[in-house]
């Protein structure tokens, strides 16, 4: 039996082709990965050259496409004149291909890439050895995915052999339906793994003529946004960025669609900050938000914010979850809980809650983000389905600073006042429009949400912070049409607004503000969220 092994990413390759060798498999490679299997010491091995007798040319451009790889890989077993043909051609058959591909959705996403380094990274063998493999999964196995690699090494146990070269077995019956089946699901992840790979490459090259997208699935959901609605959830191949599908599952029942929605709001808030940071978030809106010179204070303040809206919610943390804080949760309901890594004290709290969800996910915040995932972020696009078609933008990375605003008032903002401007801004970002958010001390005092009328939001808002709204900020998502909120806002203590402007009556609303004391910057950037 003959495998042929050509990977980029070598995770688990070692232990595999020992595995394999083992079986007394003969193990055909390309370059680098020929380097590392030889440097572990790998029997039954040969170089592509040996099977091909021609060379690796044009920088390794040209190594595996020739014919009597292709032909061994293409030949269907069932088949004799494809048999005939192959012994004829001196072509031996190839009963495994195990390949993965150069990583051009990583080297796209760099900092400063070249074009040439770009076009370096389109896999053109790769691809064509794993279409050619998943084509012929009836007679040939094709692993992309290190993950697969063990189930791959069960299913090829002596008893199995006879099955790849064969469809027949002892006393002439079928024998091929538990290891066939198996080789069609690894052939339709070969197919969607290239297809994935294709579409990078396409939406590189289209500028945003053609959009083509294509998404992995991860697993059907018990149900939808509603008990009646079917669901499942997909993920996007090669996004290597902090999000819920590459979180780890510590311990809980499986997500809801509700679940993963709330928590990709939680998520998308708390990238937001550096310094320490909690949210908890229900129905895609901060309940409360807080930063914090520790994560313990900041969850702490976030959660009293509106302990009442936060019952059920989602909880996110940007620093570890420490004991103090799971001490606390453990006190009230909560859906989820994410973090980028739990106490093992902690932890083990937690795990007392039977159906939380523990949810430990990738790097958080620019602190810990490589320039890679940065640049990841950067250049994500968001996508909302329309009847009949699809809306593409790109991702709000909008984040203001003290330099960004103009001060259109008398008074200007105290530089506590700035500092919670700009975090009351941050958080409005993520809040639906139309968002009002007071804040003081870096803490959300209330939220108004979703509201069909601004002056609406702003009574929501004032109701939820009650007494707290005296020495408050406020920060609006859009510009304020009328000076009823600014009215609003001054009478129950606001010391502080920030908004877009751009409205045809911002004089009547500076000038309300004025008349009240009130300093009032602008942004001039909208940050809608519907």
Known sequence: MRALISVYNKTGLIEFAKKLSAQGWEIISTGGTFAALTKAGLKNLKKIEEITGFPEIMDGRVKTLHPVVFGGILADRSKKEHLAQAKNNQIDLIDLVVCNLYPFFETVAKPGVTEEEIIENIDIGGVSLIRAAAKNYQSVMVAVDPEDYNEVVKKLKTKNLLVLRSSKSE????????????????????????????????????????????????????????????AAWYKEPGFTGSSIVNAEILHGKELSYNNIMDADAALNLIKEFDQPAAAVIKHANPCGVAVAENITDAFVRAYQADSLSAFGGIIVLNRECAPQIAEEISKVFAEVVMAPDYDPVALKILEQKKNIR?????????????????????????????????????????????????????????????ADLLFACLVAKHVKSNAIVLAAGGVTVGIGAGQMSRVVSADIAIGKAGDKAKGAVAASDGFFPFADSIDKLAKVGIESIIQPGGSIHDHEVIAAANGYKLSMVFTGVRTFNH
């Open 358 to 418: 523990l949810l430990k996910l990738k790097a958080l915040n620019k602190e810990y983000l490589s320039a890679e995932a940065r640049s990841s972020e950067r250049r994500r696009k968001d996508y909302r389905r329309i009847q009949g078609g699809l809306l593409v933008q790109d991702h709000d990375n909008c984040q203001l600073t003290a330099k960004d605003l103009k001060t259109v008032t008398k008074a200007k903002p105290t530089a506590k006042q700035l």
């Open 171 to 230: 006393g002439g019956k079928l024998k091929t339906e538990e290891l066939l089946g198996f080789r069609k699901e690894l052939a339709k992840k070969a197919f969607i793994h290239a297809a994935g790979y294709d579409k990078a490459i396409a939406d590189y090259f289209s500028d945003n003529k053609n959009l083509n997208l294509s998404f992995e699935k991860i697993s059907d959901l018990r149900y939808g946004e509603n008990p009646h609605q079917t």
